[in-house]
C-alpha cells in the first residue's frame, strides 16, 4: 500500500496550489480520503475530508471554508486539494490519509511541504 502526495511548494500569500495524492495497492473507491496537515508548532489537524465513491460527502475545517476544495478522481486513484487564497497559518506539511469505510485500516503518506510566505 501507498500514499504519494505532491503539489506542495513555497507560494504567496493570495497564491494558490493544487495538492495530489495517488494511492496503490487498494480498493481506493473503499475508501473515504482526508487530508491533514502539520503547522509548525502546531497539533495535526484534519483540514478537509470526503467520503468513498458510494457517498462523496465533504468537510472541511471552518478555516478553509471557501477557500480549500478536496476532490477525487477514482479512475485515478487520486485524491485532489485546491487551495486558494492562501494564508501563511496554512503553512505545514501536508498529509493525505486513506480510510477503509466500515473498518478502522487506515493509509498515510509521507506529506508534502506547503510555504505561504511573502
Known amino acids: 500500500v501507498q500514499l504519494v502526495e505532491s503539489g506542495g511548494g513555497w507560494v504567496q500569500p493570495g497564491g494558490s496550489l493544487r495538492l495530489s495524492c495517488v494511492g496503490s495497492?487498494?480498493?481506493?473507491?473503499?475508501?473515504?480520503m482526508s487530508w491533514y496537515r502539520h503547522g509548525p508548532g502546531m497539533e495535526r489537524e484534519l483540514v478537509a475530508s470526503?467520503?468513498?465513491?458510494?457517498?462523496?460527502?465533504?468537510n472541511y475545517v471552518d478555516s478553509v471554508k471557501g477557500r480549500f476544495t478536496i476532490s477525487r478522481d477514482d479512475a485515478k486513484s487520486t485524491v485532489f486539494l485546491q487551495m486558494k487564497s492562501l494564508k501563511s497559518e496554512d503553512t505545514g506539511m501536508y498529509y493525505c490519509?486513506?480510510?477503509?469505510?466500515?473498518?478502522?485500516?487506515?493509509?498515510w503518506g509521507q506529506g508534502t511541504q506547503v510555504t505561504v510566505s511573502s
Open positions: 470526503i467520503g468513498s465513491t458510494s457517498c462523496r460527502a465533504t
Open positions: 490519509k486513506a480510510r477503509r469505510i466500515y473498518s478502522n485500516e487506515e493509509y
Open positions: 495497492g487498494f480498493t481506493f473507491c473503499n475508501y473515504a
